[in-house]
């Protein structure tokens, strides 16, 4: 009775002063098991020679799940109670010996008070029947009637704990008594108690698992990931940094798909790093993905114009060619805004101005190459950005401005001596030398110029890039300086008054490094001479 006193205390202190942690023993669904336990009678003769341990008790069970702490548990088990008979007329234990044997059957209601992350501490009551027969009979004579068979109500109550090896194998130890309704059990009956018998357990629990288990704590259910595909041990199945819960409940993502809009940005970066939408690859609609914004052109995912200069980060990378990070790309002074609109109309201050053409080239800071950049002609000479030679007088605007004449007055056009003027808009066919119609134009100022000035002798003189050989360069410039000359000639313009020079590649306007560059330096330039 002693060492059953120690147990009992043992496990119910233990119900009390252990360290509460994370629950493993919950949401289990179905659990069944195996129990051998000791079996100490308690009876008459137990009264007077003491408890021993001296049968034995084999039980199997299946355990319910009802809440969270309470479990529900039916049991049947086969077991044997013996113990020594005692002489009333000596007050001596007896010579002879009783033997029953015993077939419980009973449901339990099993409390577990505390959640812990290796054990499982409980206390249980129930009821049930027990079947049991006297096999051996004591030497003593019963002073009642007493049956040697039957069944009887039992009450069993006790306390124990699991033990957890893996998830799913656990150790089942445990105390209990069992109250019987019969004084029968060792054959012996006094108006009295009735029989009982302590137990000291030991067994292993096979645990199931239920359908409402998140052993990996993601918000999911075990079936709720079964259906999803995703890993309910894992709570962030495709590791970007959301839980499997949260992308399914919250932000409706796949929790299979670190990248659920496949813009190059995880899920998790996207929500919590760079907080666009993780279901809309492009969440400013400005025509980029969240992670070109983010990873190659270094804009604002959340930003439609980074830079504030009027386009769109993706119009300025796709189809403008400008930077995205800079209002004003070539550093004119307009923004790449103004520049493609057009916005700023050179003409609108004066009475009658001209139709203006429009937006000027962000990515160059002169669009028609006169010198002027193209906010100064805007801003400033309010002349046209597009057209070298605003007025039409034959002389550039960057050269008027310079030289100190009106650029918007064709008037004070006067061809200085030794200034070469570049008639743009002069062009070739590759490696050809004939004027093209859209040339003739160009040179209908020229024309003009040395009809109202009929004094004047000028040099043409050609000009190419670096490509090809020095020579032949030096006859194509020639070449082409000459058609211009033919060309005034044939228009009226005496032969005395013109010469035509051939450069080739010696007299370059800018270095001969990028297209834009070598395209300036293929042209043809006017100098007065005389």
Not at 98 to 127: C, H, K, Q, V
Not at 155 to 168: R, S, W
Not at 327 to 354: C, H, I, M, Q, W
């Amino acid at each position: 009775m002693k060492l059953f006193t120690k147990i009992f205390l043992v496990l119910t202190l233990a119900l009390f002063i252990s360290t509460n942690v994370d629950a493993q023993f919950k949401n289990f669904g179905l659990k069944g098991g195996l129990q051998f336990n000791g079996i100490m009678p308690a009876t008459e003769f137990e009264d007077d020679n003491g408890i021993s341990l001296t049968g034995f008790l084999a039980r199997g069970f299946l355990r319910f799940e009802l809440t969270s702490f309470l479990n529900a548990e039916l049991g049947a088990g086969y077991g044997n109670i013996r113990g020594d008979d005692f002489n009333y007329t000596t007050m001596t234990k007896g010579p002879g010996e009783y033997s029953t044997n015993i077939i419980p059957i009973d449901f339990r209601l099993l409390i577990t008070p505390m959640n812990f992350e290796s054990w499982n501490p409980y206390f249980y009551f129930g009821a049930g029947y027990m079947n049991y027969k006297v096999g051996i009979k004591p030497t003593v004579t019963s002073p009642e009637a007493v049956e040697s068979e039957g069944w009887t109500t039992i009450f069993p109550v006790g306390l124990g704990t699991e033990i957890k090896i893996t998830d799913n194998l656990l150790v089942d130890l445990s105390v209990g008594l069992t109250y019987t309704l019969t004084d029968n059990l060792n054959f012996y009956k006094i108006p009295d108690l009735n029989d009982a018998f302590f137990s000291l357990g030991v067994g292993i629990t096979f645990s199931g698992e239920s359908c409402d288990t998140d052993k990996d704590g993601d918000g999911l259910t075990r079936c709720e990931e079964e259906a999803l595909g995703t890993d309910p041990l894992n709570p962030d199945t495709d590791g970007d940094g959301l839980s499997d819960g949260d992308e399914v409940l919250k932000y409706k993502t796949d929790p299979l798909n670190p990248d659920t809009d496949g813009d190059g940005l995880s899920d998790g970066d996207e929500v919590w790093k760079y907080k666009t939408n993780p279901l809309k690859a492009d969440t400013d609609g400005d025509g980029l993905s969240d992670g070109d914004e983010v990873l190659r052109y270094r804009t604002d995912p959340l930003k439609a114009d980074t830079d504030g200069d009027g386009l769109s980060d993706g119009d300025e990378v796709l189809k403008y060619g400008t930077d995205p990070l800079k209002a004003d790309t070539d550093g004119d002074g307009l923004s790449d805004g103004d520049e493609v609109s057009g916005k700023l109309n050179p003409f609108k201050e004066r009475a009658f101005y001209p139709e203006f053409p429009g937006s000027t080239n962000p990515l160059s800071p002169d669009t028609d190459g006169d010198g002027l950049t193209d906010y100064e002609e805007i801003m400033t000479y309010k002349t046209d950005p597009n057209n070298p030679d605003t007025d039409g007088g034959s002389v550039g605007d960057g050269i008027e401005v310079r030289r100190g004449t009106d650029p918007l007055d064709p008037s004070d056009d006067i061809v200085q001596i030794d200034v070469p003027i570049v008639l743009e808009g002069i062009t070739f066919a590759t490696n050809k030398y004939n004027i093209t119609p859209e040339s003739e134009s160009v040179l209908s100022k020229a024309l003009k110029t040395l009809r109202t000035y009929d004094d004047i002798i000028v040099e043409i003189s050609g000009h190419t890039d670096s490509d090809g050989s020095n020579a032949y360069n030096q006859t194509l410039s020639y070449n082409r300086a000459n058609a211009v000359r033919e060309w005034l000639i044939s228009n009226g313009i005496s032969s005395d008054r013109i010469t035509a020079v051939g450069y080739g590649e010696e007299k370059p306007r800018v270095a001969n490094d990028t297209p834009e560059h070598k395209r300036m330096n293929r042209r043809i330039e006017f100098k007065r001479i005389k």
